[in-house]
Nanobody
Framework: QVQLVESGGGLVQAGGSLRLSCKAS????????MGWYRQVPGKQRELVAT???????RYSDSVKGRFTISRDIPNNSVHMQMNNLKPEDTGVYYC?????????WGQGTQVTVSS
């Protein structure tokens, strides 16, 4: 089993930046892939960015060029730097880890971007 703890959300004005962090309870070497997903009320949770064991990354079209996901192996963490934030980036951001074909979720962190 994998426990995930997210941090770094908050309120920021449009054009600003935030850095989300997700700390896993086990070594990243034991996890196949990690990623960030966003959910807003009334909508399904959607993929924002993922990073795989080989450091291959994937981004949604809406965040390409603005968000960067990275692994912090010594600290069992994944970070997502979010720049040039837009009001449409607002939502609850969830960290997900995949291990042995099972997905594990964090508790979520709120990101609010004001216009």
């Amino acid at each position: 089993q994998v426990q995930l703890v997210e941090s770094g959300g908050g309120l920021v004005q449009a054009g600003g930046s935030l850095r989300l962090s997700c700390k896993a309870s086990i070594s990243l070497g034991s996890i196949g892939a990690m990623g960030w997903y966003r959910q807003v009320p009334g909508k399904q949770r959607e993929l924002v960015a993922t990073i795989h064991a080989g450091a291959m990354t994937r981004y949604s079209d809406s965040v390409k060029g603005r968000f960067t996901i990275s692994r912090d192996i010594p600290n069992n963490s994944v970070h997502m730097q979010m720049n040039n934030l837009k009001p449409e980036d607002t939502g609850v951001y969830y960290c997900k880890a995949e291990r042995d074909y099972v997905g594990y979720w964090g508790q979520g962190t709120q990101v609010t971007v004001s216009s």
